[in-house]
């Protein structure tokens, strides 16, 4: 992208040596509202909200043009249901925004956009700046996926089908080792413990459930107190035989 080409229109430029990405954060997060001026290109959707409008009802012929409904309501007009006034993209037209101006709606924010950045030579689009690191390495490991797949599909082995082929060739020596009833080592006899009671390791592996307040539910396992204490909570011995009390003098 030429740089030359981006200085069109009304158009600005910021230079910093700071982040790129908070510096259009803060740009684009100043903007100015403003009312709906007639021929303007509205850039969001437009809705009056039901309710009292504060005219008074000799206007109601008003809204009656613009198809709008209405009731008299304690001298006022009322709007009855909500009404998609503009919408985005089109032209406000004078009806419009003099409805929008007697109900004191200013519904557009204007401010600037960032559109392109240039950096060390290069311009590229501002929506670069949205990558994030997540997205970075979401796409790498996709990457890696396919190459993997790629790579057994030609039955060649590469770097990232290594971990893939070495838990598939494992997965092979546990099975052939389960039909083996002289030979075994820790990890098959772990395996072995899992196939024969499969639900108390889940009920090992499962959370202690506990009710809204943070209390254990019922039926849950209760929590042993540590044994210090239950030490501290009890009265300290009196070493000569009293009941703990204060000590008296004479």
Not at 178 to 207: G, H, I, Q, R
Request: charged share 20%; glycine share 8%; hydrophobic share 40%.
């Amino acid at each position: 992208m030429a740089l030359l080409d981006l200085c069109r229109g009304n158009s600005g430029f910021f230079f910093t040596k700071d982040d790129v990405g908070t510096l259009r954060k803060e740009i684009t997060l100043r903007q100015v509202q403003t009312a709906a001026k007639a021929g303007a290109i509205a850039p969001v959707d437009v809705f009056i909200p039901p309710g009292p409008t504060g005219m008074e009802p000799t206007q109601t012929s008003f809204f009656q043009t613009m198809n709008i409904g209405t009731r008299i309501n304690r001298g006022q007009i009322d709007i009855t249901d909500e009404v998609h006034l503009i919408r985005m993209g089109e032209k406000v037209n004078p009806s419009q925004a003099s409805l929008l101006t007697k109900l004191n709606i200013r519904p557009f924010f204007y401010g600037m956009k960032v559109r392109a950045v240039y950096d060390d030579g290069d311009a590229y689009d501002a929506s670069a700046l949205d990558v994030t690191m997540a997205d970075v390495a979401s796409g790498f490991l996709m990457g890696a996926r396919q190459v993997a797949a790629f790579s057994y599909a030609l039955n060649q082995p590469t770097a990232a089908t290594v971990p893939h082929s070495t838990l598939n060739a494992y997965k092979k020596v546990l099975a052939f080792g389960l039909s083996l009833e002289t030979y075994s080592w820790e990890n098959l006899d772990l395996v072995k413990k899992m196939l024969e009671n499969p639900s108390a390791f889940a009920a090992a592996a499962a959370p202690v459930a506990t009710t809204t307040t943070g209390k254990p539910a019922a039926g849950a396992p209760k929590e042993e107190e540590p044994e210090a204490e239950k030490e501290s909570s009890a009265a300290p011995a009196d070493p000569f035989g009293g009941s703990g009390g204060g000590n008296d003098s004479d």
